[in-house]
């Protein structure tokens, strides 16, 4: 997953390890769209997402991921020290919004705090298994749109109606993100899909 958001960062820019992005300040504001997702309300009925908020925290990780990397972390010493926090967790806790505001504090402080984002993963609960495929797929995600004018604005997000966030969770269901080529047949199914119903237009 570092070597996959690494190569992504450098399509933002050739040396984005040194320009100093603010990456804390984005998972601090993915946090409050996480918790919009996942319902925080009390004068008004809500129902979590959690297709969403699970896309929320692999945002949140893509940040994370660049920060651990910026930093030059340890990966055999990341891994060990999240596999070892992973609980087996069957129902989501009530714990799950402390976890999230805990993880945006570290960020508010400027820290990427694994442990906060395993205790915010098992209160959910998202196993790490599935934070892989999902990473994956929002990374395929992420190069596409980058290579489709994210940056100057002519990318086009919504695609017959729907985001491309759907339209990505619609195209992961139908791949085994474990294939060795889930990478490139999910990118091709993304630009064939976009550009039928953004560039063509939609088909009658």
């Known amino acids: 997953m570092m070597d996959l958001q690494h190569t992504h960062n450098q399509q933002v820019h050739p040396h984005w390890?040194?320009?100093?992005?603010?990456?804390?300040r984005a998972i601090w504001t993915e946090c409050a769209e996480l918790l919009d997702h996942y319902g925080w309300k009390w004068w008004k009925l809500q129902e979590p997402d959690l297709v969403q908020v699970k896309l929320e925290?692999?945002?949140i990780w893509h940040f994370g991921l660049s920060m651990l990397?910026?930093?030059?972390?340890?990966?055999?010493?990341?891994?060990?020290?999240?596999?070892?926090?992973?609980?087996?967790?069957?129902?989501?806790?009530?714990?799950?919004?402390?976890?999230?505001?805990?993880?945006?504090?570290?960020?508010?402080?400027?820290?990427?705090?694994?442990?906060?984002?395993?205790d915010m993963m098992n209160a959910l609960p998202f196993p790490l298994q599935d934070l892989y495929g999902i990473y994956k797929g929002k990374n395929v995600l992420n190069r596409f749109r980058q290579s489709n004018g994210y940056k100057?604005?002519?990318?086009?997000?919504?695609?017959?109606?729907?985001?491309?966030?759907?339209?990505?969770?619609?195209?992961?269901?139908?791949l085994d993100p474990y294939d060795a080529?889930?990478?490139?047949?999910?990118?091709?199914?993304?630009?064939?899909?976009?550009?039928?119903?953004?560039?063509?237009g939609p088909r009658s």
Not at 17 to 24: R, S
Not at 157 to 170: I, M, P, R, Y
Request: charged letters at 30%.
């Open 17 to 24: 390890h040194k320009q100093n992005y603010p990456f804390h």
């Open 57 to 59: 925290i692999v945002d």
């Open 69 to 118: 990397i910026v930093a030059e972390q340890n990966i055999e010493e990341l891994a060990r020290e999240m596999l070892e926090c992973e609980q087996d967790c069957s129902v989501v806790g009530p714990s799950f919004v402390p976890s999230v505001e805990a993880l945006a504090q570290q960020a508010l402080d400027r820290r990427f705090d694994t442990i906060a984002f395993m």
């Open 152 to 174: 100057d604005g002519s990318y086009q997000k919504f695609w017959n109606g729907k985001e491309d966030n759907v339209h990505l969770a619609e195209l992961v269901l139908e």
């Open 181 to 200: 080529e889930f990478l490139s047949k999910l990118y091709s199914q993304l630009d064939n899909r976009y550009r039928e119903l953004t560039v063509e």
